[in-house]
């Protein structure tokens, strides 16, 4: 009686057993049916990163979607693996301390499978088996979601490439102090070319020949500009120095032309009286 008990027990839990290692493989099924697996690759991109192994440990790249964020960490074959993507838009990132990659938007679809192949539909085809379409865009920051770049080719096992932009740079180099500097400098520059006129105009005044410096010195003369500077510093007066044009200009000299001739007559009356 006792034996028979115990095979019945032990009947019942191998049933249970089986039945829950079951129900476990059909879970698995069920969800490796509803979702996809995806696999980021860092391909070497000089002179940028000419080796992705040189990659820091801490890299590691995000799958980003409404109410849903998946993360994985950078393997030894420089990739990122995703193993249960299931259909929706994301966002993908590669966040690295020492490298920028380009943002990628990934559309993953489930499709349906017809008995000629991949991309039948169930409905024209009979009972069909379901599959994957994964399409990979570059996409911009700040714009909308809908403004898509240039599509990415995607490999067979959802492998996709992303692109290095470049190096991060956290420090700004200290700019060095040079003499040729000071003399790019265009003010700098325009004061050399005075003292260089200032200072070598009467050296070469002073080397000229006799009659080309007199001639020299009579255009000079000549010249209205030199005659109103001369009278400005008290050489050489000329009528143009006690010219007021204020004065010209509201009207005053000819009042001053009439107080002039009427003083004088009234001067020449007073004499013959």
């Known amino acids: 009686m006792r034996l028979r008990s115990t095979l019945l027990t032990s009947a019942l839990a191998f049933l249970s057993l089986a039945g829950s290692t079951a129900a476990a493989a059909d879970a698995h099924h069920h969800q490796q049916t509803q979702t996809t697996t995806l696999t980021l690759r860092v391909p070497p991109a000089p002179p940028a990163l000419p080796n992705p192994h040189l990659l820091p440990a801490s890299t590691r790249a995000t799958l980003t979607t409404l109410g849903r964020a998946l993360a994985a960490p950078l393997s030894a074959a420089n990739t990122f693996v995703f193993p249960n993507v299931s259909a929706g838009s994301y966002l993908a990132d590669v966040h690295c301390a020492t490298h920028a990659f380009a943002p990628l938007r990934v559309d993953v679809v489930r499709v349906a499978a017809?008995?000629?192949?991949?991309?039948?539909?169930?409905?024209?085809?009979?009972?069909?088996?379901?599959?994957?379409?994964?399409?990979?865009?570059?996409?911009?920051?700040?714009?909308?979601?809908?403004?898509?770049?240039?599509?990415?080719?995607?490999?067979?096992?959802?492998?996709?490439?992303?692109?290095?932009?470049?190096?991060?740079?956290?420090?700004?180099?200290?700019?060095?102090?040079?003499?040729?500097?000071?003399?790019?400098?265009?003010?700098?520059?325009?004061?050399?070319?005075?003292?260089?006129?200032?200072?070598?105009?009467?050296?070469?005044?002073?080397?000229?020949?006799?009659?080309?410096?007199?001639?020299?010195?009579?255009?000079?003369?000549?010249?209205?500009?030199?005659?109103?500077?001369?009278?400005?510093?008290?050489?050489?007066?000329?009528?143009?120095?006690?010219?007021?044009?204020?004065?010209?200009?509201?009207?005053?000299?000819?009042?001053?032309?009439?107080?002039?001739?009427?003083?004088?007559?009234?001067?020449?009356?007073?004499k013959k009286r």
């Open 114 to 270: 017809g008995p000629g192949g991949a991309g039948g539909d169930e409905e024209e085809g009979g009972a069909g088996e379901e599959g994957w379409s994964v399409r990979v865009w570059e996409t911009f920051r700040g714009n909308d979601w809908g403004n898509k770049g240039e599509e990415v080719p995607v490999l067979r096992g959802g492998v996709v490439d992303v692109r290095v932009q470049g190096v991060k740079g956290y420090f700004m180099e200290r700019s060095s102090f040079s003499v040729l500097s000071i003399f790019k400098n265009p003010i700098i520059l325009l004061s050399l070319v005075s003292m260089a006129l200032f200072f070598g105009m009467p050296k070469l005044v002073e080397n000229m020949d006799p009659e080309m410096r007199a001639e020299w010195e009579a255009r000079q003369k000549e010249n209205p500009m030199n005659a109103l500077m001369g009278a400005a510093s008290g050489q050489n007066a000329s009528p143009m120095g006690n010219f007021d044009m204020a004065a010209y200009l509201a009207g005053s000299s000819s009042n001053k032309a009439d107080e002039g001739n009427g003083s004088k007559g009234k001067a020449e009356s007073k």
